[in-house]
């Protein structure tokens, strides 16, 4: 099997056929691309779908998500990326995460210098995912990557852009009505058989 940490899906995806072959289409021209849009847009959802969707040759090492909703700390954004790709084989939290950093800025041996160092002579795409609480970070990551690993691209997903030079933005607008409402029928039935969208469509509307 092909080198990376996606899971598979337990949902099936409805719509943003579209959407997926622009969004292959901008990786085939620029090495950093960030999904934009508000919250439940669907943007992690979509961000795996077209990586999957795309030809796994071009990423012969990999496609590696790095999840960053749980980083609290933008400190930590290039240690969870690390962990993300198996440079490391644990995560430290608390105490011992200030005191590794603390051991790291003595030696000098950053953990945005080891995920270059890893990633320097691979050719993998990069999954971002919820940058937008940890703006900054991100954007420093993406930076770093981008310049000193030829071989790497970026798909990022956020509330607002990076800003890093080179980053093109793909915003991501809500499903239109029948899309939307055929989700909302294939999420209902599989919670609720027999679940009708067509049995209350003024509420299904509403909802969506």
Known sequence: PAPGNLRARLTTFVGREEDIRVIGSDLAR?????????????????????AEAHPAGDWPDGVWLVELAPVDDPEDVAEAALAAVG????????????????????????PLDRLAEHCSRRRLLLLL????????????????????????????????????????????????????????????????PGFRVADDPEAAAEIC
């Open 30 to 50: 620029a090495r950093l691309v960030t999904l934009l849009g508000p919250g439940g847009a669907g943007k992690t959802r979509l961000s795996q779908e077209a």
């Open 87 to 110: 440079a490391r084989e644990t995560k430290l939290r608390g105490a011992a995460a200030e005191e590794l950093r603390a051991l790291t800025d003595r030696t000098g041996d950053h």
């Open 129 to 192: 995912d919820n940058c937008e609480h940890v703006i900054g970070a991100a954007a420093e990551l993406a930076e770093r990557i981008l310049t000193q690993c030829p071989g790497v691209r970026i798909l990022a997903t956020s509330r607002e852009p990076l800003g890093v030079p080179g980053e093109l933005l793909r915003p991501v607008e809500p499903l239109p009505d029948p899309v939307a409402l055929r989700l909302l029928g294939d999420r209902g039935a599989a919670a609720k």
